[in-house]
C-alpha cells in the first residue's frame, strides 16, 4: 500500500527556517518523483518544488526558488523539504504527493497518492 507522511510543520518568525520531511512506504523515492505542493487558505493549491525519481533532478516555483531546497534519502524512503527565509506568504498546508512516473510535472494531476498534508505557519 501506498503512504506518504508528511511532517515537520509549526509556527516559526518571518525568516526563519523550517525543514519538512515526507516518509514514504510501499514504493521507492528512488523510483519516482515526489512533489510538495501547498495551499494557502482560500488559494488553489500551488507547486512548490519536484525532484525527479533516479537523477534527483529538481524543480522550484519562482515564489521559493533560492530559499527552498528538495532532497531525498532514498535509505530512509524520505523527501524532505528545507525551508530559508521563511515569509509570511508561506503559510499554508504542505503536502507531498508521488507521480506517475520518475519524471517531474508541474500538473497537479501528474501526482496519484498524497499525504495528508502538514501546516506551516509564518509570522510577521
Known amino acids: 500500500e501506498v503512504q506518504l507522511q508528511a511532517s515537520g510543520g509549526g509556527l516559526v518568525q518571518a525568516g526563519g527556517s523550517l525543514r519538512l520531511s515526507c516518509a514514504a512506504s510501499?514504493?521507492?523515492?528512488?523510483?519516482?518523483?515526489i512533489g510538495w505542493f501547498r495551499q494557502a487558505p482560500g488559494k488553489e493549491h500551488e507547486g512548490v518544488s519536484h525532484?525527479?525519481?533516479?537523477?534527483?533532478?529538481?524543480y522550484y516555483a519562482d515564489s521559493v526558488r533560492g530559499r527552498f531546497s528538495i532532497s531525498k534519502d532514498n535509505g530512509k524512503n524520505t523527501v524532505y523539504l528545507q525551508m530559508n527565509g521563511l515569509k509570511p506568504e508561506d503559510t499554508a498546508v504542505y503536502f507531498c504527493?508521488?507521480?506517475?512516473?520518475?519524471?517531474?510535472?508541474?500538473?497537479?494531476?501528474?501526482?496519484?497518492?498524497w499525504g495528508q498534508g502538514t501546516l506551516v505557519t509564518v509570522s510577521s
Open positions: 504527493a508521488v507521480g506517475r512516473g520518475a519524471q517531474i510535472s508541474q500538473e497537479r494531476s501528474y501526482y496519484i497518492y
Open positions: 510501499g514504493f521507492s523515492v528512488d523510483d519516482y518523483a
Open positions: 525532484i525527479r525519481g533516479g537523477d534527483g533532478a529538481t
